[in-house]
């Protein structure tokens, strides 16, 4: 790709990239209508065809939300640019124009349903186009606008804006040079538990014939009579009636600082009498569902889903909180997810409560619902990331979010570099990175699939060990069965 002012045309108009990196970028384009005004709290709408040739050189607006606390402020990331048009997405090609046909990746980002944004450094998507992929990374709703259960509005409003950037990769992206009929979305922490969601959407189907889901999948949301009490919790905050017209009148600024405010609160009590099964959750916005929609085995999408081995000390490492966690604590951590305490005890001699509370947490909340999902349908693929950051003296070992660096093969990247060190294994990058484009070209990202009644082979990505173990960790995995 040569052209320094690359241009394609979509159904809403002709955009102008920019040459980046040796491939074509195209930013900031808008997938549906500005969610403001009379759109406030509904279902996308296509965003009005323009005239001419719009420009896409520089990064769109990105959904309202508040900055996220320290530490995670300088661990995770995240970025943010005012404006009402944050229904956007970018693109990175090797071959803008129609014809290519080549695989396409849609990149959902994490943040606890609040925060994140693609137009983070970190997610830049040229190293894939720079592999032969067609990478497109999506902003949508969070929080309040995306997620809350509001009466007169459609629930999942974050949701719905993924399925209208699906609808519009699906309508546009031969125009980019990619294929539509073999589309990867791919996403981690929410952007994996709203994959998910999406799987069992059957507005979803067909925008989409692969998809990864990392440190995320098939177990979290709220049911709709918990996430009423918390839209009801956060209109007395307010001090609103609760509907969607009284949320709309409240300036910007004063709703994202209740916002945080409410999520404040959350963290500091997280009471199931009060929260419901947010609190087990550990999230206050999170998609809406009646039941636990795990999808069958004749779902025909291909499946990679995975963790890393230590998820949990993100929250407790960086925080100071490791070395201090109680036995009470571990043990109520157990009783709520009617874990096996002793078996954990039995399978870690010698473990601190910091280690038995991390390996709770870690297989609770992001490896079971992988297990489970690889369970449900054949084929899967599974990974576990294994690779220890020297960050924090070494105990932030094999966090939630650590794979991204490697994923995105970005580890120079400032967004990782607090997170993995300066000194993160290349080779180990450029292994996890081919598997995930891999696995775009063809299902297969080089290890056998997950057969619940064989040897569970998982691949296990570790510095100068990648390999496919049968069953690793089986003895925890045990300790799970029957638990849903």
């Known amino acids: 790709m040569t052209d320094a002012s690359p241009q394609c045309t979509t159904r809403q108009g002709a955009v102008r990239g920019r040459a980046e990196h040796g491939v074509a ?3 900031g384009v808008p997938y549906a209508a500005a969610p403001f005004g009379p759109l406030r709290f509904a279902a996308p709408v296509p965003a009005e065809p323009w005239t001419g040739v719009r420009d896409a050189t520089a990064y769109g607006p990105t959904a309202p939300k508040a900055p996220y606390t320290p530490p995670f402020d300088t661990l995770i990331p995240d970025t943010s640019m005012p ?14 124009g129609p014809g290519a046909r080549l695989p396409v990746m849609v990149w959902l980002h994490g943040g606890a349903f609040t925060n994140g944004s693609a137009n983070a450094s970190g997610y830049r998507g ?13 902003n949508y709703r969070l929080g ?4 809350m259960h509001l009466p007169g509005a459609p629930d999942n409003r974050g949701l719905l804006d993924q399925i209208a950037a699906l609808t519009w990769v699906r309508d546009n992206i031969a125009a980019f040079g990619g294929d539509p009929d073999r589309v990867t979305v791919f996403g981690e922490s929410a952007g994996g538990v709203a994959i998910g969601q999406l799987l069992a959407e059957p507005r979803a189907r067909g925008l989409f014939r692969r998809a990864v889901l990392q440190s995320g999948a098939c177990h979290h949301f709220i049911r709709p009579d918990t996430a009423r009490r918390i839209g009801e919790r956060f209109a007395r905050q307010l001090g609103v009636a609760y509907t969607a017209e009284a949320f709309a009148a409240v300036p910007l600024d004063q709703l994202i600082a209740g916002q945080a405010g409410l999520r404040a609160d959350f963290a500091g009590r997280p009471d199931p009498a009060v929260w419901g099964e947010a609190a087990l959750n550990g999230m206050v916005f999170e998609p809406v569902a009646e039941e636990l929609r795990l999808p069958g085995p004749q779902l025909g999408i291909d499946l990679l889903a995975g963790s890393n081995r230590e998820e949990n000390r993100l929250y407790m490492v960086p925080a100071g ?3 201090t966690i109680s036995e009470r604590r571990v043990e109520r951590g157990a009783e709520a997810f009617g874990a096996d305490l002793d078996g954990y005890r039995a399978a870690r001699p010698g473990a601190t409560p910091g280690e038995l509370l991390d390996a709770l947490v870690t297989d609770w909340f992001w490896r079971l619902p992988a297990v489970r999902l690889a369970e449900a349908v054949p084929g899967t693929h ?3 990331f294994a690779w220890r950051s020297p960050r924090f003296d070494g105990e932030l070992g094999a966090c939630h979010a650590l794979e991204l660096g490697f994923v995105f093969d970005l580890l120079d990247d400032g967004d990782y570099v607090p997170m993995t060190g300066e000194k993160a294994p290349r080779e180990l990058a450029r292994t996890v990175h081919a598997a995930w484009v891999a696995f775009a070209e063809t299902g297969d990202p080089g290890w056998p699939a997950y057969d619940p009644a064989g040897e569970r082979t998982t691949m296990v990505f570790d510095e100068g060990a990648c390999r496919p173990e049968a069953d690793p960790r089986r003895a925890e995995r045990e300790l799970w069965d029957g638990v849903r």
């Open 25 to 27: 970028a195209f930013l």
């Open 83 to 96: 404006g009402e048009e944050c229904l956007n997405l970018n693109i990175w090609t090797p071959e803008p």
């Open 126 to 138: 040229h190293t894939f186009a720079r592999d032969g992929v067609v990478f497109v990374g999506v």
């Open 144 to 147: 309040t606008d995306g997620f």
């Open 321 to 323: 909180r490791f070395d």
């Open 382 to 384: 599974l990974y576990e």
